[in-house]
């Protein structure tokens, strides 16, 4: 995501051409859908997108919420999501590079926190659940939406991916030892794509939903 860092994928430079993947649209847009039907939203919440990249997520949930900070660790990613919310003129996004495993909590408090397609690059998930959980405000909301457990072949480059997915189960436990409550998974979406080997597999993707 930073150009000195080897072991992250470099997504500013994938940043222009992020949104012309039909499928991966396709698949953001889903997961945003399922994340709105399953928690409580309304106007006067605030909300973080963690690994909003170029704001897929955030876009969809913005009328939904009274405001959401668009985080991400990748400088090009959120310069096209500014660039499309000074066209839309949309104020209520606001754009924020930050790094949950290596950069200070910022002092504000969120509401509902939503991460989709962004926990398989976290090096360390519990202590990242640690922070989430202290983020956010009493009774607050979480949703991460991300890949069951695969045998990597989602990702064509692997640089900057931790995990080859997640198993419902450990990930669940994970949650309640970091203190959340209520944690459920559902699945979100299926998509078919090739594999490594050229092969049409297919993927299945969860969500988690908790409250603090």
Excluded at 125 to 145: C, D, K, N, W, Y
Aim: aromatic letters at 8%; charged letters at 25%; glycine letters at 8%.
């Amino acid at each position: 995501m930073h150009d000195h860092d080897p072991g992250k994928r470099d997504f500013d430079r994938a940043a222009a051409e992020w949104e012309r993947n039909e499928a991966r649209v396709r698949m953001t847009t889903a997961l945003a859908d399922a994340v709105t039907a399953r928690l409580t939203l309304s106007r006067n919440l605030v909300a973080m997108d963690y690994g909003a990249g170029t704001g897929l997520v955030s876009l969809r949930i913005q009328p939904l919420v009274g405001r959401i900070v668009a985080a991400d660790t990748s400088p090009g990613m959120l310069a096209v999501l500014e660039e499309k919310l000074a066209e839309a003129g949309l104020e209520n996004i606001a754009v924020q590079l930050w790094n949950i495993e290596t950069d200070p909590l910022p002092e504000e408090r969120f509401d509902v926190i939503i991460s989709t397609m962004t926990f398989h690059h976290l090096k360390e998930v519990s202590p990242a659940l640690g922070r989430f959980h202290e983020l956010l405000t009493p009774g607050g909301q979480i949703a991460v939406a991300d890949l069951d457990s695969e045998a990597g072949d989602f990702h064509g480059d692997p640089t900057g991916v931790w995990h080859f997915g997640f198993d419902r189960v450990l990930l669940r436990k994970q949650f309640e030892e970091a203190g959340f409550r209520r944690v459920r998974t559902e699945t979100a979406y299926r998509l078919g794509r090739p594999g490594a080997d050229g092969k049409l597999k297919e993927f299945s993707l969860f969500l988690l939903t908790a409250i603090k």
